[in-house]
């Protein structure tokens, strides 16, 4: 099978997907999208589970190069998007092009997706979903939508609608920066969500303050009554992780397993990780 001939281009702006002469599952390359100043691509950042060490998943992560001045922070270009009336678009690419993506990984690995609340609220969003995964050929229970708690702020019967018809569909909904929102235990009522992600602010402080620590805990025992995975954000040292280890936190995803990083250097990564079991297997039929 052949590589498609590819778009050097990139995406444009205006047709997210369409005007990609490499939109087929066969390209695996790097695909770039221009924006209105410079280039906007993804970033892939590994998340592991914490008792194998194996990698279950990467979140995509925007990233905005601004020519004559570098990477922009993605909190605040995504502001910017909303601001201008843009984050349909650029977060319809954005699907797009990590469903592309994941779905040439060499494993069928989870991928997860920021999505802002004003994205969330356009009408197309539910389509361009389904779209994205029917054009890229990845199984819905690969994709997961993270969502903050400013999603559920407003037209809350309505957002919970959708975000069932979203799970009905088979994809799976996560809940992010948890703990730093309003009234995050009123939402876990009344949505079951797939997973929870336990913001960096408090995983950062775990091993040197108790507080964080009864705070995680905290949520690692509602995360298992209610049957919801739990992941910790931001693990960079090998303490912390310690730490959530013995809490029974299930995920873990931080620069200490990876920093954000080009498809490329993910799939090197999985290989990396399957040759390395290989090795290990035939000590382990020894021992048995
Ligand atoms: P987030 O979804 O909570 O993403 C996690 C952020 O923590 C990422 O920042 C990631 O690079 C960073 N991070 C991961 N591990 C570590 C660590 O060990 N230490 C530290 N200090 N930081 C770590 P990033 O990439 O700057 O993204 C910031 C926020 O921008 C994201 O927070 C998300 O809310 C938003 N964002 C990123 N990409 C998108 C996107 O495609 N669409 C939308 N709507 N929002 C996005
Ligand atoms: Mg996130
Ligand atoms: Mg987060
Ligand atoms: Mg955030």
């Given at each position: 099978s052949q590589t498609p001939p590819h778009c050097t281009g990139g995406t444009r702006l205006g047709s997210p997907g369409r005007a990609a002469c490499c939109s087929g599952r066969r390209c695996g390359r790097q695909q770039a999208m221009s924006s209105v100043n410079g280039t906007l691509f993804l970033n892939y950042q590994p998340q592991v589970d914490v008792r194998s060490g194996k990698v279950v998943g990467a979140e995509a992560l925007l990233r905005w190069n601004r020519p004559g001045q570098g990477p922009v922070p993605p909190d605040r270009f995504v502001e910017l998007a909303?601001?201008?009336?843009?984050?349909?678009?650029?977060?319809?690419?954005?699907?797009?092009?990590?469903?592309?993506?994941?779905?040439?990984?060499?494993?069928?690995?989870?991928?997860?997706?920021n999505v802002s609340p004003s994205q969330f609220r356009l009408p197309r969003f539910y389509k361009g979903l389904v779209g994205a995964l029917g054009r890229s050929g990845l199984e819905p229970w690969r994709l997961q939508v993270e969502i903050t708690e400013g999603i559920l702020l407003n037209d809350t019967e309505e957002t919970l609608d959708e975000l069932k018809r979203i799970r009905a569909f088979g994809v799976s909904i996560a809940m992010d920066d948890f703990g730093t929102g309003y009234s995050s235990l009123s939402y876990l009522q009344k949505?079951?969500?797939?997973?929870?992600?336990?913001?960096?602010?408090?995983?950062?402080?775990?091993?040197?303050?108790?507080?964080?620590?009864?705070?995680?805990?905290?949520?690692?025992?509602?995360?298992?009554?209610?049957?919801?995975?739990?992941?910790?954000?931001?693990?960079?040292?090998?303490?912390q992780a310690?730490?959530?280890?013995?809490?029974?936190?299930?995920?873990?995803?931080?620069?200490?397993?990876?920093?954000?990083?080009?498809?490329?250097?993910?799939?090197?990564?999985?290989?990396a990780a399957r040759q390395n079991e290989f090795a290990a297997q035939p000590r382990e039929r020894a021992r048995t």
């Open positions: 909303e601001d201008i009336g843009l984050i349909g678009r650029i977060g319809a690419w954005v699907l797009e092009e990590a469903c592309r993506v994941a779905a040439a990984w060499p494993e069928p690995i989870a991928i997860a997706v949505f079951r969500f797939d997973k929870i992600k336990i913001d960096r602010t408090f995983v950062n402080r775990l091993a040197d303050d108790p507080n964080a620590v009864a705070i995680v805990r905290a949520v690692v025992g509602f995360s298992e009554a209610l049957g919801v995975i739990a992941n910790a954000e931001g693990v960079e040292t090998a303490a310690e730490v959530l280890r013995a809490e029974g936190c299930l995920e873990v995803q931080g620069y200490l397993y990876g920093r954000p990083m080009s498809s490329e250097a993910f799939v090197r990564m999985l290989y």
